[in-house]
């Protein structure tokens, strides 16, 4: 059974700074991978989607690679600012067709301090 | 404006009661989708829909049900069978083909009263 873990849970850093999300899971043999955020109360926004033949995303200030081998995605927000709060999901999913299931992590809730 | 739009946002039920939370979409979505999220987690898969007038378990069907009668919608109903239903629920849909971005409708809050 695919697991998908997030750490940090929680993190808090100074407006300005880079910093990085991580994402693991455990089995390698995915589909693709998204990061969505998601603010208080609200849905979920996806951020970027990487194929499992790729190795890296970028829109704007947010960079996304992919280590399928490894099982590991990373989330790099350059220069953050305090929009950039909310909470940040990864998820994987397993197969091609659109039953295949999307595999959730619980998510690193961000705060930037201005 | 092309989305998803869910309701009730909030909704109380009283024991033994069933709830129905809507969903539709006008992005000509084939699939659609019912998460299931408590705090500080993930989502869960409920139910999912590829086609009109079918539909799939996920992986915590239990107490749920839905019916796919139109492309648009894809409505939920949370029955007295679900012994835990104080959730936030989101509907999601997206194009069939598994490369293409899901996308989320702002969600809806059940509490059992």
């Known amino acids: ?114 | 404006d092309g989305g998803i739009t869910q309701s009730p946002k909030y909704l109380f039920r009283k024991e033994g009661q069933n709830v129905t939370l809507s969903c539709e979409q006008n992005l000509n979505h084939d699939a659609m989708y019912w998460y299931r999220q408590d705090p500080g987690q993930g989502l869960r898969l409920i139910y999912y829909s590829q086609i009109v007038n079918d539909f799939q378990k996920g992986d915590i069907a239990e107490g749920y049900s839905v019916s796919r009668e139109k492309k648009e919608s894809f409505p939920l109903t949370v029955t007295s069978a679900q012994k835990n239903p104080t959730a936030f629920y989101l509907c999601a849909s997206s194009m069939v083909a598994a490369g293409n971005t899901i996308y989320f409708g702002e969600g809806s809050w059940l509490t059992v009263v």
């Open chain 1, 1 to 114: 059974k695919q697991e998908v873990t997030q750490i940090p849970a929680a993190l808090s850093v100074p407006e300005g700074e880079n910093l990085v999300l991580n994402c693991s899971f455990t089995d390698s043999a995915i589909y693709n991978l998204q990061w969505f955020r998601q603010d208080p109360g609200k849905g979920l926004t996806s951020l970027l989607l990487i194929q499992s033949s790729q190795r890296e995303q970028t829109s704007g200030r947010l960079n996304a690679s992919l280590d399928k081998s490894s099982g590991r995605s990373t989330l790099y927000i350059a220069a953050s600012q305090p929009g950039d709060s909310a909470t940040y999901l990864c998820a994987v999913k397993a197969g091609e067709t659109s039953g295949s299931r999307l595999t959730f992590g619980e998510g690193t809730q961000l705060t930037v301090n201005p």
